[in-house]
């Protein structure tokens, strides 16, 4: 016979209430700062390698290409990653104000 134990039930998990609107915006400029920065960085890097073109054999030409791309595409992406952080972040605060200004009998239990 094969001892058969029933599974267990998961734990309810109690619902956390939304960090406030000032910490929300303030890593909402947090992570636009970085957003901008990386941004400035981008631009000077692909600048930089727009002025000065890769020389060499045909292996270091497509080598130094593809780094070139993958530097690029790395504080691209990076750029866009804290950007869309910084979004997300504005609009917590937003439905956190909401929230608080709906309900403000649950801020008062806390």
């Known amino acids: 016979m094969i001892n058969e134990t029933p599974d267990p039930k ?3 998990i109690p619902e956390e209430p939304l960090p406030s609107p000032l910490r929300c915006w303030s890593g909402t400029a947090v992570a636009s700062s ?3 920065a990386a941004f400035l960085v981008t631009r000077k890097v ?3 390698f727009a ?3 890769p020389t060499g054999n045909d292996l270091a ?3 130094a290409i593809t780094v070139r ?3 690029v595409g790395v504080l691209t992406m990076a750029t866009g ?3 869309l952080i910084a979004l997300g972040l504005l609009l917590l605060g937003v439905k956190s104000l909401l929230e608080s200004l ?3 009998e649950s801020e008062e239990a806390s």
């Open 102 to 104: 709906k309900n403000p």
């Open 34 to 36: 970085m957003s901008f």
């Open 10 to 12: 998961p734990e309810e």
């Open 51 to 53: 002025s000065t073109p």
């Open 69 to 71: 791309t993958l530097v």
């Open 81 to 83: 990653v804290f950007g």
């Open 46 to 48: 692909i600048t930089n």
């Open 61 to 63: 030409l497509r080598i």
